[in-house]
């Protein structure tokens, strides 16, 4: 039982449970669905709080009298739970919800982890150690963010819904670099230098997304206040200090500078999952990156390594949590927004690796790894093209729940599409696998 569960959690298996029970659960009872993720755990907290501001208290009492009116007219669960309560003072407290927990309090975890993957390639040995080898991937991965972007919002154009779905241009730049491992991976095997290509350019999208929530997707419910910011400043300021003080265990960093800086990215009105990046470099670490996806550097005793050794399993789960409580959709909420992400994803996305990587490679000649061709671009870009986790995510953030949220979650599950087209993509261009070792050169 315990390989059972090993292989579900290395395989990013919970993910998909999590979204299969989601979309299950919502099509059978979407009411009692809606209800289990806006159930309150904490009510009137000072968590998210927003203080009544320039207007004046009456205008915070103005609008939770507004949000009361429409949780009445509605009877939505979702209204109950996200309503402010005004108290004398006229301030506005946040409730946290199951929902809220997990995007914005336990997702920064994952985001943690993303983060110190980008923080390790950097390292001597590590992907983005070498500009003129990572140049080629590097320059695909801006190819793989434009092309979806572009196809994104002419089909939302051609719809005629440029304006109310322009917000979420960056869903489909999103690459799953679990998912799209795996699907890779079967394709070219695991000597293949396409996989530390694929690999490469999906860590350096996670990075662009990354500052793309930072910048295009604060807090809607607070006001953007960047004296906040000050406080991931004194958490990384903290987090040098337990570094000389010779601390090895990664809790004090997470627990106090980690806590610190998460209150400072809620506070400033970013997006508070990306709270807990400012203090990953400031870990103590190995100085030197082996590869993504190198489980044997998990034995590495550096704290960097035993917070990800760590925290590996725990979000799996919360991935698991994440996909049961964003994933559910009726099956019937397609629209013009569930084909602009798909088009963005399936089509925009292999475009724009192919055009840029082509152009890196043949044009600028920098050129590929040894043993990969323009074929082999072709097929690991479709590979490329499974948003789903970021995607999701992105969608969220991008979005109020309602109709326009559903059919863009619609698209970016649809992106599961992509392994199929990979599937049919290296059929077409012969692509063999390789089982050794992966050459020299494709690191």
Known sequence: MRKKIQFLLDNSMFLIIGTVAALAWANANIESYEHFLHTPLIENTIVGQVMHDKHGAEEATADAKDAAKKMAESGSAEHAADASAADEHGAKKKTITLHY?????????????????????????????NAKKAATPLLATLGGMAGPAAIYCIIAGMGGSFGELSNGWAIPCATDIAFSYMVARMVFGAGHP????????????????????????PNPEIPVEPIWLLLPVAAMVICVVFKRMRLWSFWPYLAVGGTISWFGFALAGLHPALGLLPIIPFMPNAHTDTGLFDWGKLEKKDTLSHFEHWMKNPVEIILGLFGLLNAGVLLSSSGIATWAVIGGLLIGKPLGIVLFGLIAAK?????FPEGMDWKDLVVLSCAAAIGFTVALFITTVAFKAGPIQDAAKMGALGSFGAAIVTFIAAKVMGTKKVLGPTAKSAH
Do not use: R
């Open 363 to 367: 044009g600028l000649k920098f050129g």
């Open 101 to 129: 927990l997990i995007n914005d309090i336990l997702m920064a975890l994952f985001f943690a982890i993303a983060g110190k993957e980008v923080w390790e390639a950097t390292f001597p040995g590590g992907p983005l150690s």
């Open 194 to 217: 396409a996989i530390p290509f694929l690999l490469l350019l999906a860590i350096a999208d996670d990075a662009l997304g990354l500052v793309i929530l930072a910048i295009f997707y």
